[in-house]
């Protein structure tokens, strides 16, 4: 079956550890995403990748990172450095083409807590 | 306004009901507009795009009206199974890889 997949799905960590969060998708999708929820909140995007090895920031890229060494992988570190790590972390990838319409498809996402 | 505004409900209605809700953009470049559905402590799922001619899938129709900047959904005969948030969102800035989501609506569909 094709989809996206992240592990775990739920992660606890003590304050001051850096934790990387697992994205993999086998729908051949380009482009990849993540966001993060808060209760009540809109998704935010963190970070997005639209081929392999480049990314780009999204709107609160701050006290994260990623890599995108292959087109199925894009993990998710979130270091210390993250203020309000505590959060419902999304991935999401989609087909990179020419119209202007990119659906993006989620994974069942990971919620971290840090204490 | 808000880039992506959408009122946060909650709707609760009777199974059979026709609700309809409504979204707001503020950017009039934006290309792209979607609705997803949301289940508690779930992802978000794709319910269905939105083309400028408006597009039905069954019980769901989605209009677009550029000129006011405003989306709709219309689910008719409700259904216990669309109790759900449902998300409104839109590429804002020209970039197709870059959405905005609003903070969603909650339905509750009561027996």
């Known amino acids: 079956d094709g989809g996206i997949t992240q592990s775990p799905k739920y992660l606890f960590r003590k304050e001051g550890q850096n934790v990387t969060l697992s994205c993999e998708q086998n729908?051949?999708?380009?482009?990849m995403y993540w966001y993060r929820q808060d209760p009540g909140q809109g998704l935010r995007l963190i970070y997005y990748s639209q081929i392999v090895n480049d990314f780009q920031k999204g709107d609160i890229a701050e006290g994260y990172s990623v890599s995108r060494e292959k087109k199925e992988s894009f993990p998710l570190t979130v270091t210390s450095a993250q203020k309000n790590p505590t959060a419902f972390y999304l991935c999401?990838?989609?087909?990179?083409?020419?119209?202007?319409?990119?659906?993006?498809?989620f994974g069942p996402g990971t919620r971290l807590t840090v204490t | 306004r808000k880039e992506v505004e959408q009122d946060p409900g909650p709707f609760n209605v009777p199974e059979g009901a026709t609700v309809a809700f409504n979204c707001t953009y503020s950017?009039?470049?934006?290309?792209?507009f979607f609705w997803y559905r949301q289940d508690c402590r779930k992802e978000p799922k794709l319910l269905m795009s939105v083309y400028s001619s408006g597009n039905e899938d069954g019980r769901f129709t989605a209009q677009l009206n550029r000129a006011s900047q405003y989306i709709s959904l219309l689910i008719r005969d409700s259904k216990l199974s669309d109790s759900a948030t449902y998300l409104c969102?839109?590429?804002?800035?020209?970039?197709?890889?870059?959405?905005?989501f609003g903070k969603g609506t909650l339905l509750t569909v009561n027996p």
């Open positions: 729908l051949n999708h380009d482009a």
């Open positions: 999401a990838s989609s087909i990179d083409r020419a119209e202007p319409t990119y659906e993006q498809y």
């Open positions: 950017n009039s470049a934006s290309q792209s």
């Open positions: 969102v839109v590429n804002i800035g020209g970039s197709n890889y870059k959405l905005t």
